[in-house]
């Protein structure tokens, strides 16, 4: 059985690896002149390394990546409003977008990688299998599904960037009025984070200003990063399928989400996964990720109704004594919430 993987960011490149790993013969089609992921950091939850273990990567990226335990929830005047020490909690492993991009790739056999094409529509595609994997702008999902809403402006931009420090900082998200930054440390010193604010589509706002009075050392982080990245946040409606014929969409082609819950990523993963799993029964695939993948879109809406869009101070106070009146335990079980999916057992065919 052939795929073609549309789309070479993490969400394609786990694709490759895991229909590979279920003796698809595979070719991927990016339209970047070169393979490589921008970015700065991404947190690979539980879930997504259970993913990744069955892709065998999981030693690879427990080497590039550092695992954190400790951390929590601060207000933006730097006071924890959820403190977690090591409460035996699964691990997140910290690392940077292009380590984990880069683990994938390696995985992969180069002469089935194919930079510097486009691929605008499905028909000439000789396969069994099209994967959708081209992101939250995905043609083919325009051209598949022709009437479904496209990315719409989620209401708030994002910053990221990597400071090289060193620092030694737990992992952390600050919450305040309109705005929330995260603090995402590698294990070398260098710290991934990211900041992000209610604002009109297309702001130019200067980071420095909008989160000045925050608490330390996040003007330090921003002041001293090289090259800081800033997109507003798009989310992708909820679509009425994921496949069609033989073309299923992965990733963010599939369900793009707002970053409150750091999940994105993951669940490309996840697909990935699922997908391989289901063999080629792509009523299988939908069947099984629409649900997941609309509970997590859904829960990271409500972290950013709860998180960055609280605006007045009174919101703000009530959130901040909710959370701080929250019991460790109780935390963890929410905070995990969405991380304890496991990998699918062999799927039987449906039809
Ligand atoms: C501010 C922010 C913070 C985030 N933080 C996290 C986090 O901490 N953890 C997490 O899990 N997720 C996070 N995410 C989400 C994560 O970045 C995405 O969910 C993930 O990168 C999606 O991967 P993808 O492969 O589906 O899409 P993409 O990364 O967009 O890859 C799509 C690829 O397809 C290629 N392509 C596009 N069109 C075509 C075409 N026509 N033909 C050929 N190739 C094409 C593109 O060049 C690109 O390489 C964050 C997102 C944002 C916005």
């Excluded at 990523?265 to 391989?276: N, P, Q, R, S, Y």
């Excluded at 829960?299 to 004594?321: H, M, T, Y």
């Amino acid at each position: 059985m052939k795929a073609i993987v549309v789309g070479g960011g993490i969400g394609g490149l786990a694709a490759a690896v895991s229909l590979r790993r279920v003796g698809w013969e595979v070719v991927v089609y990016e339209r970047a002149a070169a393979f490589g992921e921008i970015g700065a950091g991404v947190g690979v939850m539980p879930n997504a390394m259970r993913a990744l273990e069955w892709m065998g990567l999981d030693a690879e990226i427990r080497r590039l990546g550092t695992p954190r335990v400790s951390g929590g929830v601060r207000s933006s005047d730097g006071r924890w409003l959820v403190h977690l020490p090591d409460v035996g909690q699964e691990q997140i492993i910290a690392m940077h977008r292009a380590d984990l991009h880069g683990v994938l790739l390696r995985a992969l056999p180069s002469e089935i990688l194919f930079n510097d094409v486009e691929v605008t529509s499905v028909e000439d595609l000789d396969a069994d299998l099209v994967v959708a994997a081209d992101g939250i702008n995905s043609r083919l999902r325009a051209d598949l599904l022709p009437s479904a809403p496209g990315p719409v402006y989620a209401g708030a931009t994002a910053w990221r960037g990597v400071a090289p420090g060193p620092f030694d900082l737990p992992i952390s998200q600050t919450l305040g009025p309109g705005g929330e930054a995260g603090i995402l440390p590698l294990g070398d010193g260098r710290v991934c984070w990211y900041l992000a604010a209610v604002a009109p589509v297309g702001a130019d706002l200067d980071p420095a200003e909008v989160f000045a009075g925050w608490h330390d050392p996040l003007p330090e982080l921003v002041a001293s990063t090289p090259a800081v990245i800033r997109h507003d946040i798009y989310e992708l409606p909820l679509l009425p399928t994921f496949v069609s014929g033989r073309v299923a969409l992965l990733g963010d082609a599939a369900h793009a989400m707002t970053p409150y819950l750091g999940q994105g990523a993951c669940m490309a993963l996840e697909d990935a996964v699922t997908l391989a799993l289901c063999d080629g029964d792509l009523a299988r695939y939908d069947a099984v990720r629409r649900p997941r993948t609309r509970a997590v879109w859904r829960g990271s809406r409500a972290a950013g109704r709860f998180g960055i869009g609280l605006r007045s101070p009174i919101a703000v106070a009530l959130r901040d004594f909710v959370l701080r009146a929250t019991p460790s335990s109780a935390a963890v079980r929410g905070m995990g919430k969405f991380a304890t999916w496991q990998v699918p057992t062999q799927f039987t065919r449906t039809g």
